[in-house]
T-cell receptor, first 114, second 114 residues
Framework: GAVVSQHPSWVICKSGTSVKIECRSL??????MFWYRQFPKQSLMLMATSNEGSKATYEQGVEKDKFLINHASLTLSTLTVTSAHPEDSSFYIC??????????FGPGTRLTVT | GNSVTQMEGPVTLSEEAFLTINCTYT??????LFWYVQYPGEGLQLLLK?????DKGSNKGFEATYRKETTSFHLEKGSVQVSDSAVYFCALPDGSGNTGKLIFGQGTTLQVKP
């Protein structure tokens, strides 16, 4: 139980284009979803917290106009990287939680911007 | 807010060796503590957790005991296998109310050689 999927698992896009990453909770309702970014050999950096039906809360230093997060339902959240640039290349991981503190993580999406 | 510190890696061991990865924390109260594992190219998986002081979390031969006296949650395994090679993260809630946010340690890379 408590499975989170992400799609796509990897994506290559050209500089200046936008790319959308989906995060789905397959067997539970995620009242809160989190988006993280991970650079090689580093820890996870929380980008934003999204609650179903409300605007996402972004961490300090994260550009909300560049990283658009939508949490339209209890099982789906999307992260859109707008006007992507090579420095946006990274591993993006989402997680979902129902209540309490335990989070269930997706497998991650590898974004490469050329 | 809460914080967590992990021993720096990488840790390189031979198969069947004993493993310890140190984790210490600072926190208000006695929050749940977690160990997550990340295999190459994948998202995070919950390895084990402890929800109160003196609890021992265990899974797949790994153990960690919630020690409030030393504010530690060290991860141990008696006999590691090559398949245990991964990055291990210690984590706890950020302490800022019921946000569900987790604070992660910097991660410790474990490499097990045959």
């Amino acid at each position: 139980g408590a499975v989170v999927s992400q799609h796509p698992s990897w994506v290559i896009c050209k500089s200046g284009t936008s790319v959308k990453i989906e995060c789905r909770s397959l067997d539970f309702q995620a009242t809160t979803m989190f988006w993280y970014r991970q650079f090689p050999k580093q820890s996870l950096m929380l980008m934003a917290t999204s609650n179903e039906g409300s605007k996402a809360t972004y961490e300090q230093g994260v550009e909300k106009d560049k990283f658009l997060i939508n949490h339209a339902s209890l099982t789906l959240s999307t992260l859109t990287v707008t006007s992507a640039h090579p420095e946006d290349s990274s591993f993006y991981i989402c997680s979902g939680r129902t209540s309490g503190t335990q989070q269930y993580f997706g497998p991650g999406t590898r974004l490469t911007v050329t | 807010g809460n914080s967590v510190t992990q021993m720096e890696g990488p840790v390189t061991l031979s198969e069947e060796a004993f493993l310890t990865i140190n984790c210490t924390y600072t926190a208000t109260g006695y929050p749940s503590l977690f160990w997550y594992v990340q295999y190459p190219g994948e998202g995070l998986q919950l390895l084990l957790k402890a929800t109160k002081a003196d609890d021992k979390g265990s899974n797949k031969g790994f153990e960690a005991t919630y020690r409030k006296e030393t504010t530690s949650f060290h991860l141990e395994k008696g006999s590691v296998q090559v398949s245990d090679s991964a990055v291990y993260f210690c984590a706890l809630p950020d302490g800022s109310g019921n946000t569900g946010k987790l604070i992660f340690g910097q991660g410790t890379t474990l490499q097990v050689k045959p």
